[in-house]
């Protein structure tokens, strides 16, 4: 059975406010529009988490750096959480909080215009005191693997997401490294040590089960790109195959 705490979402990466939508009403958990490789660009952010509106669905978005406005212009657009890639160091991790999260906390600007904000209709009475965005610092190397237990201990960021793939390759271009699993280990107790989720990108072949059972607060079930590739290959073998 999975775990009450863990949300079950998936990558877009095609800029789609329509698969957004799909996503919706299938009633995912969340969905992480993807800045950093996927085929989109910042323009696209407003109509997707417009397209998530009046649903459960938590609209994240992942960003590849820490680039002046563009997280603070996420959140305002109405995303409710940042995903930062290759975080390596507590003081990246602390970097996030800072452009994500409102004084005293932190230094995202305030602006009583935006979408976040019904466009002023719903003005809170006082920002610093709104929720916290959800904030997930994505372990990617082995450097943020053995950095997991201070990045985890940063107030306001909510867990710690691995990169399997970027966290493979890293591990492969050295030679002594520990193994991916070990190192997956790591970073889940290093998580629940400091009270924080953790999270992972499963792609197809990999074991759901095991993976669910080790109660991963964000679990994405591969991304629309790789789900449409699969769908659209698997049809034409069928179609392609020898009576």
Request: with cysteine; net charge negative; proline share 5%.
């Amino acid at each position: 059975m999975n775990p009450p705490t863990s949300k079950l979402g998936t990558f877009l990466s095609l800029g789609s406010a329509s698969l957004a939508e799909l996503c919706a009403d299938l009633g995912m958990d969340w969905v992480l529009i993807d800045l950093e490789h996927g085929c989109q660009s910042e323009s696209s952010l407003p109509e997707q988490l417009r397209a998530l509106r009046g649903s459960q669905t938590l609209g994240v978005v992942r960003v590849a750096n820490l680039e002046d406005g563009l997280i603070g212009r996420a959140l305002d657009w109405g995303a409710a959480g940042i995903m930062l890639s290759h975080v390596d160091d507590a003081a990246k991790a602390e970097a996030l909080v800072q452009r994500a999260c409102y004084p005293p906390r932190g230094q995202r600007g305030v602006s009583r215009t935006v979408r976040a904000h019904a466009h002023g209709l719903r003005l809170p009475a006082d920002f610093s005191a709104l929720p916290a965005p959800f904030l997930l610092a994505q372990i990617e190397s082995l450097e943020g693997v053995r950095a997991a237990a201070q990045i985890a201990a940063v107030e306001g960021i909510d867990s710690l997401f691995v990169g399997p793939a970027d966290l493979s390759h890293s591990l492969s271009l050295q030679p002594r490294a520990p193994s991916y699993e070990s190192c997956l280990d790591e970073v889940i107790n290093a998580a629940n040590e400091h009270g924080k989720g953790w999270g992972i990108l499963a792609r197809q072949g990999d074991d759901l089960a095991n993976l669910r059972a080790r109660q991963p607060r964000w679990l994405a079930l591969d991304s629309d790109l790789s789900l449409l590739r699969e769908a659209w290959r698997g049809r034409l073998s069928v179609l392609r195959a020898k009576p």
